[in-house]
């Protein structure tokens, strides 16, 4: 790990007027993920600034129906809250779908948002990426890609993204709240927060340089059978092949948004009207474009084949 400097912030103005100053900067609060890239110099900020302090752990009500969920608030505490367990059943269970009891009591909402992919490429940094290193390849471009995207992936970078939250929060529609190094705050759809890889995979997301999240809200709990199912290659301390998040109701119309199958929660409104017709026909739109390789193409079947399990527990 390389040498850095280290403050605690008094403030969320005071953290993000920090991270302006020191351009190579980073916010740290559970560090689950960022302390582990230090160790590999993946991450080398040249300043840490610690946000634990600044009292963005509260759940509440945001007065318009829906729930406001601090930055800081830990993902075990999320999970267990009354109200997300009753109105917003699927984020609770994809949260606890998530890491190990131990890291789910460390890891908070932001840096669940923030974290970055578990592609092995990026974490070797013996190999060429994209993502980590602009401009050098993509070393799971002719590698071994059973793991990654088979949507919304690019030239320069077949990674996908890792979190089980991100997706339940993409088909809640929740927005992102910040505040700027000015002291302007902004909301960001959480269809617009993270980014697909492009040209440029080593930018995940579209915050601004010192922008810090404050809170993510949820709006007023919409009903429905909310169901998240994750398949991976093991039951516990493994990422998701694929994840599906869904809010059905009756009648067959809801929301799907998918993990495990692309740079960013993936989720297709035009395509949901097409819920009603079936698993293969809504698969058909979701994943419309599809790239694969001969050792992920096996996500498309079961990508149709989770749906059809979920679309058959709404009819049972």
């Known amino acids: 790990m390389k040498a850095f400097t280290y403050e605690r912030a008094k403030s969320p103005a005071d953290a993000a007027a920090s991270a302006a100053r020191h351009p190579n900067s980073r916010f740290v609060a559970g560090g689950t993920n960022l302390l582990d890239l230090m160790k590999l110099q993946i991450e080398t900020p040249s300043h840490v600034i610690d946000v634990n302090d600044l009292a963005l752990d509260r759940i509440e009500a945001d007065g318009k129906g829906g729930l406001r969920i601090g930055a800081l608030v830990r993902n075990s505490d ?16 994809a949260l606890l779908a998530g890491a190990s009891g131990q890291l789910r009591n460390q890891a908070t909402t ?26 050098s390849g993509c070393s799971a471009l002719g590698g071994f ?17 890792p979190s089980d939250m991100a997706v339940a929060m993409r088909v809640l529609d929740a927005q992102v709240e910040t ?17 697909l890889p492009g040209k440029t995979p080593h930018i995940d997301h579209n915050l601004q340089p ?77 994943l419309q474009g599809a790239r694969t390789t001969h050792e992920n193409a096996f996500k498309l079947p079961l990508v149709e084949r989770t749906l059809a399990s979920i679309i058959a527990e709404a009819k049972a």
């Open 145 to 161: 890609t059973r793991l990654h995207a088979i949507v919304g992936q690019s030239d320069a970078c077949i990674a996908t993204h």
């Open 179 to 195: 505040i700027n190094p000015n002291g302007t705050t902004r909301i960001i759809p959480i269809a617009d927060f993270h980014r």
């Open 110 to 135: 932001a840096g669940n948002l923030l974290q970055r992919t578990r592609c092995p490429y990026f974490y070797d940094t013996n190999q060429p990426c994209n993502k980590r290193n602009p401009g």
């Open 210 to 286: 010192g922008e810090l999240i404050t809170a993510v809200t949820l709006p007023p709990p919409v009903g429905g059978l909310q169901v998240y199912r994750k398949v991976r290659d093991r039951a516990s301390y493994a990422f998701a092949l694929v994840s599906v998040a869904a809010i059905l109701q009756p009648g067959g119309s809801g929301r799907v948004a998918l993990g495990g199958v692309a740079h960013k929660p993936w989720r297709v409104e035009a395509a949901e009207d097409k819920l009603a017709s079936g698993a293969q026909a809504f698969a058909a739109g979701l």
């Open 78 to 93: 999320l999970a267990a809250d009354a109200r997300v367990r009753r109105d917003y059943g699927v984020l609770a269970r």
